[in-house]
């Protein structure tokens, strides 16, 4: 882009010199170069007359090639802008890309806190499960123990063989129990540890979840940001580029301007009065525009210079920026649109410099 612009204004230039070489050339070939001699007391003078008719044609065909030149680069700008706009809505896209992995981040967050929840309550059951085995582990002692002292009784008491018997079945009670409660608690333990590795799977893949969505929101970030400077960079060349015009319109007019003085000086009284009437008209046209300006606070302090481009009738055809702020400017144009048709004198000549028209607006 760069490259295209610098060629742009090189041809701008070369344009430019182009133009007033082919200005001065006409000077040169339109002159008529005319001796006049006086001979009073032995002295000579030459004067040279330049007919203004071949000057104010060969201004209106430069002003032709400038205006060209003028829209070849006004559709420049335009595309720029255009590209401009196309990069924001990215940028805005993106963003909202932005905002919904940011929520889905907070969901995984979420769910990664209650699978850390759900892995403390295991591990708490874990605990009690543990516990459990130690009681009966030493409910199966006890048993074990009072087997063994049932035993030993019923060996020493073989006298007492009912009573030992006796004995010998509640021991057997015990012992059975004490295998129930035990089988019991190994089953819990069994249910306890299987529901620990589905809750640790359950966490790792809440990890891996918001490891994804975390990658997700980095690409995106770096996505908007690559947008937002693009944006940026295009704003900026748009703003070169339209300094650059400005200053060839300036350099153009000034020429323009030396050349219309002097004819104006041959018309006199005439070209004075045209003037005065088109400053006139030129502020009647700027109090037209400021009724339907919308401005405010942040644009104080700041100028812009318009180009309209009117139809005899006052019709407006196209109205384009000079120079100054492009805050400015946008809302003067905007404003300049909503007249679409301005009044205009009966006096040709005054129609005739009022319809390529330059205005400045200050805040």
Request: hydrophobic content about 35%.
């Given at each position: ?87 924001e ?10 905002r ?24 708490e ?80 893949k ?71 009437e ?16 919308r ?45 679409s ?23």
């Open positions: 882009m760069k490259k295209n612009e610098n060629t742009s204004y090189s041809g701008a230039t070369i344009i430019s010199v182009l133009l007033h070489a082919a200005l001065f050339g006409g000077l040169l070939w339109g002159a008529d170069f005319t001796k006049v001699s006086h001979q009073p007391a032995g002295q000579s003078i030459e004067a040279v007359v330049i007919d203004p008719s071949v000057v104010n044609e060969q201004a209106r065909k430069i002003r032709q090639q400038r205006d060209e030149a003028k829209r070849q680069e006004s559709d420049r700008l335009r595309r720029l802008e255009q590209q401009a706009d196309q990069l809505k990215q940028r805005e896209q993106e963003e909202k890309r932005l919904e992995l940011r929520a889905e981040k907070l969901a995984a967050e979420k769910e990664a806190r209650e699978a850390e929840t759900e892995r403390k309550r295991i591990s059951a874990r605990k009690k499960e543990a516990e459990e085995q130690r009681k009966a582990k030493e409910a199966t002692r006890i048993a074990q123990e009072k087997s063994a002292a049932a035993e030993a009784e019923r060996q020493r008491k073989v006298a007492e063989q009912l009573k030992a018997e006796e004995a010998a079945k509640k021991a057997e009670a015990e012992r059975v129990r004490a295998e129930q409660e035990r089988k019991k608690a190994e089953a819990e333990r069994e249910r306890q540890l299987a529901e620990k590795k589905r809750a640790e799977e359950e966490a790792r809440a990890e891996e979840t918001r490891k994804r969505k975390l990658a997700e929101q980095k690409k995106a970030e770096e996505a908007a940001r690559k947008a937002e400077a693009a944006r940026v960079e295009a704003e900026r060349k748009a703003e070169a580029a339209r300094k650059k015009q400005a200053e060839q319109e300036a350099a153009l007019n000034e020429l323009f301007s030396g050349l219309e003085s002097e004819s104006a000086n041959r018309g006199s009284a005439r070209g004075r009065q045209i003037a005065d088109v400053a006139e008209w030129s502020g009647r046209f700027v109090g037209i525009i400021q009724q339907n300006w401005v405010d606070q942040s644009m104080d302090g700041q100028k812009c210079r318009l180009n309209l481009k009117l139809a005899p009738d006052g019709l407006l055809i196209d109205v384009s920026t000079l120079s100054g702020s492009s805050a400015l400017c946008r809302s003067a144009i905007a404003s300049v649109q909503k007249v048709k301005f009044p205009m004198p009966s006096d040709t000549d005054v129609v005739a410099k009022l319809r390529d028209l330059n205005l400045n607006f200050e805040r």
